[in-house]
Each structure stands twice: as structure tokens, then as C-alpha cells.
RNA sequence: CCGCAGGUGGCAGAACGGUUGAUGCAACAGACUGUAAAUCUGUGCCAAGUAGGUUCGACUCCUACCCUGCGGA
């Protein structure tokens, strides 16, 4: 018997309902990042009103800290977070990219430039050592940059000509490594060294009473080739098919009722590789899948700049592999979650989305706004087609208008722009919940509109509004 | 009034007499997509109290004055 229902199509795009042990969720939905069993900044009071319905929580970082066993003793995740509403719990996968490709390649999961390729292979092979990234390190670098500067030129020249030469075969020091087994990490917090197989990540899940579980998987780079590629999928098959033996042998054991278990489908953007992983997946009887991996570009892919658009392999990669996934399980965009492609997203049959931007940004100054406000604010907001502004800007200072004056969020109801700024600049504590509970809000209501928009037969009309 | 210490960007605060002039904060802008993020990246600062002197060369040494702090009368 299936958890989840597609209620309306309106195009491609779904309106659903999936069934969880703590409750029904509509879809499409938006799920908030609380990462350590809490949304940064948010109680979950502060969650419901900005319109969750359900958050993501983290294996890795409960597993080390405070440690699933002691969550479990405590009650579960729910009950130590004062949280009664469903949580997906991510499976420690990303991290393998976040701690590990992500700083050895210098990439993100969503690449917007160009990066040139260098054809990486296998990955860190170089952990222990200083715990330093390189964006961590820059400081450092450019002040003895500065510093050889000032000297005399001769002297400069050949100390400059020396760091020149030591700088690209700097080790970059990462904090994971991927084995046959599963991933290697060492601690962020105290250096300690932990295996994350598939078979403990799901264990961890189940010690944190998670709704839906998601397999282990490894993150792919742009930059990783063809034959790390191939290899590294058929690893993710093995750990996906193990975390589904382990699941199924433990989870209705343990719990009752039992929660669902999700399958990811990993890749890079490549339409072939999509295409056979979407097919492979779509196999495995999963309750649910996660479409993760990489949407950055490379030459090692074959993509060039020109061809290059902002979201496009958010798109793309959609429009490839939802043809070929069972209709009637529910389909969630592991990381996806800035307006524009929630929208791209949708329109190719995604119904969930998780994403730490609604959250971060907020922290970080970043506040979203409406196409309609955008005009109000400033025709910046309106040419750019950005959906945020920074708050910090002085042209806020005395503006007495909300963040968004059609949002009706708590913080749009009660306070002005030129107050966030103040409590931003001021590094007031408030700044980050008030700014949290407006951009949550945003992101959940947009995708809330955007569902009855589908019940409608609405969606495209909804789009070319706000995406013109 | 006397003694001591000291005057370096908007503020704080460094540097053998050698094209001087860091760094931090603040300011201004930008980034942020399964959280190593209240983070990160840029940018600019009319920067040596005043007036002289020594020196090839003075932020740096000398003199006077002005100002500030501390102690004393």
C-alpha cells in the first residue's frame, strides 16, 4: 500500500498527499534544514506559524553530537526537539562531498561557474593534518602575499616566483574519504575518526525516530571523470541496496508504526548517466526517491559556457529522469530550494524540497522578497530578477516598509526593513529570528501557493508571474 | 605650575633611519542550493598634532609649541 498520492496534475506539475508516522504532508512541499535537531534560530512554534510542515535532520552531525543512542534514550528526535510534526533525516551522504570533494575540488552542489576541469580521480587522499580548508586559509595567503609585495622587487619577485610554484601543490586538507565500505570521517568537532557504513547510517536513522530515511550515497563533483563516475555509482547502488536490506530488517522490528525509506538517485549532469540511474532506481521498490547529486558544469562533461544558464542542470535533469520514475511515489529534490528552480523544479514533477538557503540567507543578511515588491523597492531588485535583497544596505536604513509588503509573515506583520537592519548591523540575536521565521515563511507559503496554483490548473499562469 | 607617559585612517593598534605604513573593528558592496556558515569574498580609506632642525633619506633622532592621560603641588 502506497504512503503517497498524486491528488491533481496540472501539467507535469503534482499535487499530493504523503502519509507519514507523524502526519500527512501536502505536496509539493518545502522541508527547513535543522541540521542538529534544530532549525537555526527557530522553535517549533516559530516553524509551524511560518508554515512547516515537516524539517530535515542530520545523521552525521546528531551522530556526533550529542549521539543517536542518547536521542534515542531521550525519546527520539521529535520528543528531545519539542518537534511533533514528520522529519526526513538525510543519511550523512553529503557530507562525504561537503567535507570531502567540496574542498578538494573547490566546487559546490550547485556550481554557477565555470570551473576548469583538472580531471580528478580518486579524492582525499590526504586527510590528517591541519584542519583547514582552503577558503579558511586564505587569510593567511594573502597577507604574506602583501607582504612579499612591499619588499624589494628583486626579493619579491623570486619569493613570489616561489610561492607560485608551492601554491597549486598545496595539500588541501579534507575531513572525509570515501571506501568501498562506506565513508571515512574525521570529526569537525574533535578529529575523531568514524566509518559511516550504510548499514550504521540507517541504524543512526532509526535511533533518531526519522519519518523518512534516506539511503547512504556519495555526492558527486562535476569534476570527479568518467571512470570515478562509473565507479562511484555502482558503490551507491551497492550501499543503496544494503541500507534497503538493513531497513527492512530492522525498521518494523524497532518501530511501529514503521517509517519510509527513500532511494537516491545520484549523478552528474549527464543526460545518459540520469537516464540509467532514474532507471535503475526506479526499480529498487523504494517508498520514495531523492534525486541528489551534482548540477555544476565541467569540460570533463562536455559542457560549455555558452550553453551554460543559471538552473538549467536543475532543469535538465529533471525533465530527464521523472519520465522514467514510478508515478506514484513521491519524488524530492535533495538540496533544491531557491524560487526559481522550485518553480523548474515543480514543473518536472518534484513534490518535495529540502534546502538550508531559506534559512542562511537569512542569517547572512539575505532576505527574499516578491516580484511585486521588487518593484516597490527598487528597480535593482526588478532588473537583476533576484528574489532577495541584502538588508544591510544603507538605503534601508530608513525605510519604513515590511521586508515584503505582501508577505504575512510574523516578522512582515509587526516590523519594519529599517528595523531588521538595525538589528542586523547591531548583530542582535532577534535579527536571526526574525529574519528566519520571514524567509521560512516565504519559501513555504511560494510552494504552498504554488500547490493550489496546481489544484487550479494554475501552475504556468503562477510561473510566468513570478519568473516572467 | 612641576614631573612622567604619549599624540599613526572613522576608531583601536603595529613595525631595524631606507620607495614606509600591517592588522583588527567600523563603513560600503557582493556571495550563499541534502549547514565545517550569526559565514565567506571584495572595495575604499585626503592616516603620522604644529613649526623647525639633524640626515643622501625622518613615522622613526633632536628642539620648541599645542593637545591628551597619569602622578604631585
Avoid at 491528488?7 to 535543522?34: C, N, Q, S, W, Y
Avoid at 511533533?84 to 554557477?112: C, M, N, R, W, Y
Avoid at 523518512?212 to 562511484?232: A, F, G, M, Q, R
Wanted: net charge positive.
Amino acid at each position: 500500500m502506497s504512503n503517497f498520492k498524486v491528488i491533481a496534475k496540472d501539467g507535469g506539475a503534482r499535487a499530493g498527499v504523503l502519509k507519514t508516522t507523524h502526519g500527512e504532508i501536502r505536496t509539493p512541499v518545502f522541508m527547513p534544514v535543522g541540521t542538529q535537531g534544530s532549525v537555526k534560530a527557530l522553535s517549533p512554534d516559530d516553524l509551524k506559524n511560518a508554515k512547516s510542515q515537516i524539517i530535515l535532520g542530520n545523521t552525521y552531525h546528531l551522530y556526533l553530537r550529542p549521539g543517536n543512542k542518547l536521542i534515542k534514550k531521550m525519546g527520539g528526535l521529535h520528543k528531545f526537539m519539542g518537534w511533533d510534526g514528520p522529519i526526513l533525516t538525510d543519511s550523512g551522504g553529503f557530507q562525504a562531498f561537503s567535507l570531502g570533494a567540496a574542498i578538494e575540488h573547490g566546487v559546490k552542489k550547485v556550481q554557477k561557474l565555470k570551473v576548469k576541469s583538472q580531471n580528478y580521480n580518486s579524492l582525499a587522499n590526504t586527510m590528517g593534518g591541519d584542519m583547514v580548508s582552503n577558503s579558511y586559509q586564505k587569510k593567511p595567503e594573502k597577507r604574506e602575499k602583501l607582504r612579499e609585495n612591499s619588499k624589494g622587487e628583486r626579493e619579491a619577485l623570486n619569493k613570489s616566483q616561489e610561492s607560485r610554484v608551492k601554491s597549486p601543490e598545496k595539500t588541501k586538507h579534507t575531513f572525509s574519504k570515501i571506501t568501498d565500505d562506506g565513508i571515512v570521517f574525521r570529526s569537525h568537532l574533535d578529529g575523531s575518526s568514524h566509518l559511516l557504513t550504510p548499514q550504521k547510517s540507517i541504524e543512526i536513522q532509526l535511533d533518531l525516530g526519522s519519518d523518512i530515511i534516506l539511503t547512504l550515497d556519495e555526492l558527486l563533483s562535476p569534476l570527479h571523470n568518467k571512470t570515478y563516475v562509473k565507479k562511484s555509482l555502482e558503490r551507491t547502488h551497492r550501499w543503496e541496496i544494503e541500507s534497503q536490506k538493513y531497513f527492512k530488517k530492522y525498521s518494523k522490528k524497532l518501530l511501529t508504526p514503521s517509517p519510509i525509506l527513500f532511494g537516491i538517485l545520484q549523478g552528474v549532469y549527464d543526460k545518459k548517466i540520469r537516464e540509467d540511474e532514474a532507471k535503475w532506481i526506479a526499480e529498487q521498490g523504494f517508498d520514495g526517491i531523492s534525486i541528489g547529486g551534482s548540477f555544476g558544469t565541467s569540460e570533463i562533461w562536455g559542457h560549455d559556457s555558452v550553453n551554460w544558464a543559471s538552473g538549467k542542470a536543475i532543469n535538465d535533469t529533471f525533465e530527464w529522469v521523472t519520465p522514467l520514475l514510478p508515478e506514484d511515489l513521491p519524488r524530492h529534490g535533495l538540496g533544491i530550494g531557491e524560487v526559481a528552480n522550485l518553480f523548474g523544479s515543480i514543473e518536472w514533477g518534484i513534490d518535495m524540497f529540502d534546502c538550508v538557503s531559506p534559512t542562511r540567507r537569512a542569517r547572512n543578511g539575505s532576505l527574499y522578497v516578491s516580484p511585486k515588491s521588487r518593484i516597490y523597492s527598487n528597480t535593482r531588485e526588478y532588473q537583476s530578477k533576484k528574489f532577495t535583497i541584502n538588508i544591510n544596505q544603507q538605503r534601508f536604513s530608513r525605510d519604513k516598509k515590511s521586508i515584503d509588503p505582501t508577505c504575512e509573515c510574523y516578522t512582515c506583520q509587526n516590523f519594519s526593513r529599517a528595523y531588521l537592519r538595525h538589528l542586523f548591523v547591531s548583530s542582535e540575536i532577534l535579527y536571526h529570528r526574525l529574519a528566519s521565521i520571514h524567509n521560512v515563511y516565504f519559501i513555504n507559503n511560494l510552494v504552498e501557493k504554488i500547490r493550489e496554483a496546481i489544484l487550479d490548473k494554475q501552475f504556468k499562469k503562477l510561473k510566468d508571474k513570478w519568473l516572467g
